[in-house]
């Protein structure tokens, strides 16, 4: 058998102080889930006139004088009677904090969601859409947060991520009207 000492104690402490310590520090993780406004990203000046006339959650966006794409938030706002292109596609905008694209959580999270619309419109474009609609936050393709003006961010220490959902349509007479001129 054997006999405990006065070392045997203190060994016994120290190794279970020391073993709290590291697994302490390999479990912690940030996630800051943020909701942060639509608005602040998404106009443009080109956009900011129409986007007075159209109802709430609705914006269109222009890139040239030929080129138009209809974006709408939230799933309540899609309009009736829309020829759908495909249902539920999916875009995920990533950014890592950096010199560049800033430090704080809602400077990495506006180029994020920046990321995920440029894709939401890119694959509009390759499938013949000219509408984006009923765009919702889809956190890890699991959680859907609906809200025509509003995103959801979740930023960490490495990155910040946006997910997006959201439906492409094909708007008729949409492409015949004259685009707004930018100043």
């Known amino acids: 058998m054997h006999k405990l000492t006065n070392k045997s104690p203190l060994t016994l402490v120290l190794t279970c102080a020391l073993a709290a310590i590291c697994w302490q520090g390999t479990a912690q993780a940030r996630n ?30 222009h890139k040239g004088d030929d080129d138009d794409m209809v974006i709408i938030f939230g799933e309540a706002a899609v309009p009736q009677g829309l020829k759908f292109v495909s249902q539920d596609i999916q875009a995920r905008g990533e950014v890592q904090p950096s010199f560049r694209h800033g430090y704080e959580d809602e400077a990495i999270c506006q ?73």
């Not at 639509?38 to 006339?53: C, E, L, M, N, R």
């Not at 499938?127 to 930023?155: K, L, R």
């Open 32 to 61: 800051t889930r943020l909701l942060l406004p639509i608005g602040t990203v998404v106009p443009s000046k080109a956009t900011q006139a129409q986007a007075q006339s159209q109802p709430a959650g609705q914006v269109a966006a």
């Open 111 to 183: 180029q994020a969601f920046r990321k995920a619309m440029v894709k939401l419109i890119g694959q509009a474009r390759a499938q013949g859409a000219n509408a984006v609609v009923g765009i919702v936050s889809n956190y890890n393709h699991a959680t859907v947060m609906d809200s025509p003006t509003q995103y959801e961010c979740h930023a960490g220490t490495t990155r910040a991520v946006v997910d997006l959902k959201a439906k492409l349509a094909k708007i008729d007479g949409l492409s015949d009207a004259p685009a707004p001129k930018a100043n």
